[in-house]
């Protein structure tokens, strides 16, 4: 089951994305429930502790703004796959602030949105996946989203994500389980593209002020990984 909100301050707005949702699960067969939600601080009085699994968010709403809601609900939930939906195209780098999936222009055109639904499944299930970390002290199950970049010394390697988890495994084991949103920097380093900021010729910036350094020949490899990401 597969528990959707539709937050838009347009009551019509809201009944015409209803319809192409339940039409998209019609044809790709899963179960869904549907929310609707008028603003963002409805959404946030009523669902706070039962929130969706794919968010679509109108940004242009009375009172709180979409952009703002989903700052709010990122700070405690990192699982849920937002979708914007907005008359204009100037909100794209802020929707990458929140890590949202994909943002989808009005009038929403339904093969557009049963893409990105597809992508919101599949999605939802990588961001289930975990690693198993066996550590000298302990045992973690990690989930693979939280993880910044992976960095080997010796015969160590490091997985850094909220706290840092450092085992003796060969670096290609741990690669043979990530997915694609991770890239093999150079001998030493995996760096997971949703956490990259900025990129030089020289080095790979990550959120929270870390970096990487890149190898001679490494920064095309990269960007084209980062553009791919992002289609």
Same mark, same amino acid.
């Given at each position: 089951? &597969?528990?959707?909100?539709?937050?838009?301050?347009?009551?019509?707005?809201? *009944?015409?994305?209803?319809? &192409? !949702?339940? *039409?998209?699960?019609?044809?790709?067969?899963?179960?869904?429930?549907?929310?609707?939600?008028?603003?963002?601080?409805?959404?946030?009085?009523?669902?706070? %502790?039962?929130?969706?699994?794919?968010?679509?968010?109108?940004?242009?709403?009375?009172?709180?703004?979409? !952009?703002?809601?989903?700052?709010?609900?990122?700070?405690?939930?990192?699982?849920?796959?937002?979708?914007?939906?907005?008359?204009?195209? %100037?909100?794209?780098?802020?929707?990458?602030?929140?890590?949202?999936?994909? +943002?989808?222009?009005?009038?929403? @055109?339904?093969?557009?949105?049963?893409?990105?639904?597809?992508?919101?499944?599949?999605?939802?299930?990588?961001?289930?996946?975990?690693?198993? &970390?066996?550590?000298? @002290?302990?045992?973690?199950?990690?989930?693979?989203?939280?993880? $910044?970049?992976?960095?080997?010394?010796?015969?160590?390697?490091?997985?850094?994500?909220?706290?840092?988890?450092?085992?003796?495994?060969?670096?290609?084991?741990?690669?043979?389980?990530?997915?694609?949103?991770?890239? /093999?920097?150079?001998?030493? +380093?995996?760096?997971?593209?949703?956490?990259?900021?900025?990129?030089?010729?020289?080095?790979?910036?990550?959120?929270?002020?870390?970096?990487?350094?890149?190898? /001679?020949?490494?920064?095309?490899?990269?960007? /084209?990984?980062?553009? $791919?990401?992002?289609?």
């Amino acid at each position: 089951m &597969l528990n959707f909100t539709l937050c838009d301050d347009s009551a019509a707005e809201r *009944e015409y994305i209803k319809a &192409l !949702v339940f *039409e998209w699960s019609k044809r790709s067969g899963a179960e869904i429930s549907v929310r609707e939600c008028p603003s963002a601080e409805a959404l946030l009085f009523e669902y706070e %502790d039962n929130l969706p699994d794919i968010l679509l968010l109108d940004i242009e709403m009375s009172g709180m703004s979409g !952009v703002e809601l989903a700052k709010k609900l990122r700070l405690d939930n990192k699982l849920m796959q937002i979708i914007f939906i907005t008359a204009y195209s %100037d909100y794209i780098v802020e929707g990458y602030d929140v890590a949202a999936l994909h +943002y989808l222009l009005k009038p929403v @055109d339904s093969a557009k949105l049963f893409s990105v639904l597809d992508r919101a499944v599949e999605k939802i299930a990588d961001d289930g996946r975990k690693l198993l &970390l066996e550590t000298p @002290d302990e045992t973690v199950l990690l989930p693979i989203y939280e993880i $910044s970049h992976i960095e080997v010394i010796k015969n160590y390697v490091t997985v850094h994500a909220s706290r840092d988890y450092t085992l003796k495994k060969p670096l290609k084991e741990i690669e043979a389980e990530l997915d694609e949103r991770f890239i /093999r920097v150079g001998r030493s +380093y995996i760096v997971n593209l949703g956490f990259i900021t900025r990129v030089t010729k020289t080095e790979v910036y990550l959120k929270g002020g870390e970096s990487v350094p890149l190898p /001679r020949g490494g920064y095309e490899k990269v960007n /084209r990984a980062i553009i $791919s990401m992002k289609k």
